[in-house]
DNA sequence: AATAAATCAAGAAAAAAATCACGATTTAAT
DNA sequence: ATTAAATCGTGATTTTTTTCTTGATTTATT
């Protein structure tokens, strides 16, 4: 269906994204590549082969309509398409991500939380509900989710996977600093927090 | 100083990393470029590709050293070179990001928290303190912390980060949907926790 | 000791991504 | 009206990244 994005380029449409919300919001009807490109610092020829791609027609002289930049970006990155979610491991990530309400707007709609500590079941974060983790097999079953999140202590990453994939979890989002073991019928996105910044920050401090 | 490595190979170095770490606990010594390929879905030239620009030579028919690989990585991605930094919001992901504590072991110290909430103030995360956000630019020129950990609402976020600019921050982590602008003396890394992850949870579902 | 299998190393080839360059178009200015 | 400037669209070029291939090396096996 969607055309093979690659990583780079969605990681761009993301970025073009947010400065069409901050155009709109100002009123602002139309902007052009070489706006976008030095803001991103980037070249804008490339803004304009990545909007190649979603067949968003821009006028020379004029630009792009920021609106239907807005749109068809949503279209093609899935925004609108609703993707539910679990996020397992309610610590302080799991609870910042079931707060962080710019996740609706993309798309993933998180349903509810889980922990093994008896202390936090029952309580409501925006919301969503945190369960026993033993409640999760069931609920998948229930509810058909097929994506969790993964915030759980690095110790626990693997074993837990484990619990996730005889549940029937398809897709692990996974925020701790393993690298999860999993048959190939299940995918892992690993978010490499450091991996990036270590390397912008490295590159010219010392 | 180092020798550029790109984001993609520093992106899998972090993994390699994990993998090593995990091979430490578990007593192996060494490891094969087939194995940690497999490990990751990717192929084993690519593999030794990166392990070369660590100058780690590995043996044939026995692999590499893990210890060694461990420690040329925690060199190349500067792990040993101590990184100071405020986090400046301390909603819940700013909370998180103080208490992971993976962050030391990547050589990010998180030295305080900021906040313009009075009933944050003087709260304690982790052995670090929140303080008002009008502390900040003394507290920048005192200890002569040069990255912010931007972690405040979106429509904060540029007024925000011009306060950090002025106070003299060099380096922001941004971790708001906003693009923001800087000067080209600042220098400014999106942490866009939704790019890349859209792209993933798309590709197949539905 | 000879053979086989696993693995590294490194150059070649292929693929992917980014940049350049230039013609075409549109709007604004003279 | 004509000219100039800004911008798009796109093919060509360059650069970067990944994969393929082959030969050398080391260990285990016969």
Redo the contacts between chains.
């Keep these: 269906?969607?055309k093979?994005?690659p990583?780079k380029v969605?990681?761009?449409?993301?970025?073009y994204h947010?400065?069409m919300v901050?155009y709109i919001e100002a009123g602002i009807d139309t902007i052009s590549s070489p706006q976008i490109a030095q803001?991103?610092g980037i070249d804008d020829s490339q803004v304009r082969k990545d909007f190649k791609l979603l067949n968003n027609a821009g006028k020379c002289r004029v630009g792009y309509m920021v609106k239907d930049l807005k749109d068809s970006i949503e279209k093609t990155?899935?925004?609108s398409?609703t993707?539910d979610a679990f996020i397992v491991g309610s610590?302080?990530?799991g609870?910042?991500l079931?707060?962080?309400d710019?996740?609706n707007s993309?798309?993933?709609n998180i349903l509810a939380l889980f922990d093994n500590d008896p202390q936090k079941i029952d309580i409501q974060v925006n919301n969503k509900q945190i369960f026993h983790i033993s409640k999760l097999p069931n609920l998948v079953q229930r509810l058909g989710v097929?994506?969790a999140i993964l915030t759980v202590p690095?110790q626990a990453a693997q074993q837990v996977a484990d619990f996730l994939i005889e549940s029937d979890i398809k897709?692990i989002?996974n925020f701790t600093?393993?690298?999860l073991?999993v048959p190939p019928t299940v995918?892992v996105?690993?978010?490499?927090?450091?991996?990036?910044?270590?390397?912008?920050?490295?590159?010219?401090?010392?």
């Design positions: 269906m969607s093979n994005i990583e969605s990681n761009r449409l993301t970025l947010s400065i901050e803001r991103l990155l899935g925004f398409k993707k610590g302080h990530l609870l910042a079931a707060k962080y710019s996740f993309y798309g993933l097929e994506i690095r897709y989002w600093p393993v690298v073991k995918k996105w690993n978010e490499n927090l450091m991996g990036s910044f270590l390397q912008f920050a490295c590159k010219d401090i010392e």
